[in-house]
Nanobody, 121 residues
Framework: HVQLVESGGGLVQPGGSLRLFCAASGFTFSSAVMIWYRQAPGKEREHVAA??????????NYADSVKGRFTISRDNAKNTVYLQMNSLKPEDTAVYYC????????????WGQGTQVTVSS
């Protein structure tokens, strides 16, 4: 049974920081692509950051809107992916979701339930 459980969201002032967590279980985490998305009210869900496993280690990519402010990382021993968010802006307010793309032939992907991040003074 696959589970993705996000946590770490909350209310923060502009310029502040938060660290999101996504704890995974039920699939081979170490070879899965892990992705953070977000969805603001009235907007489509958008990609924020992704971390993949490569022959040389790992690779990350970010949406232009968060480059230099957000950092995605993973701990394969803890089956957890993180999103460190610094210099937060009001426009970062959204529900943040974790998505897993396991390395298998089924092509099945999995989503967490989301965690709310609100940036406001």
């Amino acid at each position: 049974h696959v589970q993705l459980v996000e946590s770490g969201g909350g209310l923060v002032q502009p310029g502040g920081s938060l660290r999101l967590f996504c704890a995974a279980s039920g699939f081979t985490f170490s070879s899965a692509v892990m992705i953070w998305y977000r969805q603001a009210p009235g907007k489509e869900r958008e990609h924020v950051a992704a971390i993949t496993i490569t022959s040389g280690g790992q690779s990350t990519n970010y949406a232009d809107s968060v480059k230099g402010r957000f950092t995605i990382s993973r701990d394969n021993a803890k089956n957890t992916v993180y999103l460190q968010m610094n210099s937060l802006k009001p426009e970062d307010t959204a529900v943040y979701y974790c998505k897993a793309v396991p390395f298998d032939v089924s092509g099945t992907t999995y989503w967490g339930q989301g965690t709310q991040v609100t940036v406001s003074s």
